[in-house]
């Protein structure tokens, strides 16, 4: 997405297509960085491996409810 393509002329579709495009890179889109994972794959598989680590110790945790637009 290239700001030049809106020209700014209206921001309340500019930032509806900035929000669009960081919900898809963030959700979607692999980062090589993650192990070709999208940052929200990332993130589930962390939780997901502490639920186990803490299953084992006895620790209670809290659970992440996560919700998009």
Same mark, same amino acid.
């Given at each position: !997405?290239?700001?030049?393509?809106? $020209?700014?002329?209206?921001?309340?579709?500019?930032? &509806?297509?900035? %929000? +669009? #495009? !960081?919900?898809?890179?963030?959700? $979607?889109?692999?980062?090589?960085?993650?192990?070709? &994972?999208?940052? %929200? +794959? #990332?993130?589930?598989?962390?939780?997901?491996?502490?639920?186990?680590?803490?299953?084992?110790?006895?620790?209670?945790?809290?659970?992440?409810?996560?919700?998009?637009?």
């Amino acid at each position: !997405m290239y700001y030049e393509d809106y $020209e700014l002329k209206d921001i309340y579709e500019f930032n &509806k297509k900035m %929000l +669009q #495009y !960081m919900l898809w890179y963030n959700t $979607e889109r692999p980062h090589h960085s993650l192990n070709k &994972k999208s940052p %929200l +794959q #990332y993130f589930c598989d962390i939780i997901n491996s502490n639920k186990s680590e803490f299953s084992q110790t006895g620790m209670t945790y809290t659970q992440i409810r996560l919700s998009f637009l």
